[in-house]
């Protein structure tokens, strides 16, 4: 089976190669095609992989291209993880919005709204080479902003390009950690967009185990999600929000910390990295080791700036192993190729899933998976406060698909005036000069 990772060149691929290495099933991956503009990356992630596969005498065989359709041609599956303007522009994103004293997240507020203008038309271009190329060929997303990008290329793939995050998969096991319980035995209840949603039931045996976990402010306590929110605020909504939401309920207290911060998370992610391709390309070290270090400095700064808004400190060491968002991709990947049955929270069209949303609009929910995709499995209606904040920010992700497939720059402008982290239509108008500006990807906008 073939599997084509566009973004071959990306620092988080060889997450998804180690887990290819484990995964012994039948009808595995036997060939890894990469694909990315930057070949110097991707000669530096080779180096990475094939020490990976040193031991492994049935690694899959690892090929490298800079062609997207030499990549696509005749494919099984489609990783994308493409970043349009790299590190640096997730940089510039953090930096503009600050500077107009608003969120500059990379999925979240302005940047993320900045990202996804640059992304789409990428995106769309990817899909309709995908259905050229291999129609056959089921693609799952990896880049942000994923429900946005997924619900982009799901215009011209219908259900057969689903989005993964890995926030969903880190809380239920965090959780259920601090439950006692196996993850494998319960049943997670989550419901919203991707980095908008919540848990709101844990339920084994058919009982719903989460309330007793809701009153134990200890156990909160135990647990990323717990001491990030607290549990009177917990309490309060009557359910464990996903991270991403810190930025929403504590927007000023975000704010203030990332204002405050030497370096924005972007900042900080891009010198990494930086380092990490210049250094390794002009070692002759192991390119393993090196990229091991550069990992673990890379989970231990995650959500810094939230942490010390909440005044929670350092990150746990137990929190510091991914979501398993390769491990998601792959349980993915094996329940439509083997036709093995899984439950998985994805990101796929709404159908009739969550009330309050059209059928086409991409949400990020509980799926049965099988040969024939991901089908969503309906739960309790959102509340009032949690769907009114994913209708908001749902309608900033259609005014992005808007001005990206029409160009049409008063959509752009709508976008970043309405979401619920940029205040002022005179902030938002200033920040779509900046973001125009910077970034000459947005020259389609008129």
């Not at 060149?9 to 990469?34: E, S």
């Not at 880190?170 to 997670?188: E, M, N, Q």
């Not at 992610?269 to 080791?289: E, K």
Request: glycine share 10%.
């Amino acid at each position: 089976m073939r599997l084509t990772i566009l973004g071959g060149g990306g620092f988080r691929v060889p997450l998804v190669y180690r887990a290819l290495l484990a995964d012994r099933a039948k009808g595995h991956v036997t060939h890894v095609v990469l694909h990315d503009l930057d070949a110097a990356r991707m000669g530096v992630i080779g180096r990475v992989l094939a020490e990976q596969a040193a031991g492994f005498p049935h690694a899959p065989r690892i090929s490298v291209t800079t062609d997207l359709d030499e990549a696509l041609t005749d494919t099984d599956f489609v990783f994308s993880a493409i970043r349009v303007g790299g590190l640096a522009g997730r940089e510039a994103d953090e930096r503009l919005a600050l500077g107009e004293g608003v969120l500059g997240q990379e999925t979240v507020g302005a940047g993320g709204i900045a990202y996804g203008l640059r992304t789409v038309p990428v995106a769309i271009d990817i899909a309709r080479r995908v259905a050229a190329r291999a129609p056959g060929a089921w693609v799952i997303n990896f880049t942000n902003p994923a429900g946005l990008v997924t619900e982009a290329m799901s215009q011209y793939l219908g259900d057969r390009v689903i989005g993964i995050c890995d926030s969903p998969v880190g809380l239920g096991r965090r959780v259920a950690a601090a439950l006692g319980v196996d993850p494998a035995s319960a049943w997670f209840d989550y419901a919203g967009l991707n980095h908008l949603g919540w848990l709101r039931a844990v339920r084994v045996d058919g009982r719903d185990v989460l309330p007793g976990l809701l009153r134990d402010d200890a156990a909160l306590a135990s647990f990323e999600e717990g001491r990030l929110f607290g549990g009177e605020w917990l309490r309060t909504i009557g359910a464990v929000p996903n991270e991403y939401l810190h930025y929403y309920y504590f927007d000023r207290d975000a704010v203030a910390a990332a204002r405050a911060a030497r370096q924005s998370r972007g900042a900080v992610v891009l010198d990494q990295q930086r380092d990490f391709y210049a250094r390794t390309a002009s070692s002759p070290g192991s390119a393993l080791q090196a990229w091991e270090a550069t990992r673990l400095r890379r989970e231990v700064t995650y959500m810094a700036e939230n942490r010390e808004a909440a005044g929670v400190g350092e990150r746990a060491s137990e929190d510091l192993d991914s979501g398993g968002y390769e491990k998601v991709a792959l349980a993915l990947m094996r329940a439509i190729a083997q036709d093995e049955r899984a439950t998985l929270i994805l990101n796929v069209r709404n159908r009739d899933t969550l009330a309050g949303l059209d059928s086409d609009a991409v949400v990020e929910v509980p799926c049965v998976v099988d040969a024939g995709g991901a089908r969503p499995v309906a739960g309790d209606p959102l509340p009032d406060h949690a769907l009114g904040l994913v209708a908001s920010v749902k309608a900033v992700e259609r005014a992005v698909l808007e001005a990206a497939t029409t160009g049409s720059r008063q959509a752009a402008l709508r976008a970043m005036a309405i979401h619920p982290l940029v205040d002022s239509v005179t902030v938002a108008r200033r920040l779509l000069e900046r973001y125009e500006s910077e970034f000459p990807q947005l020259g389609y906008l008129r």
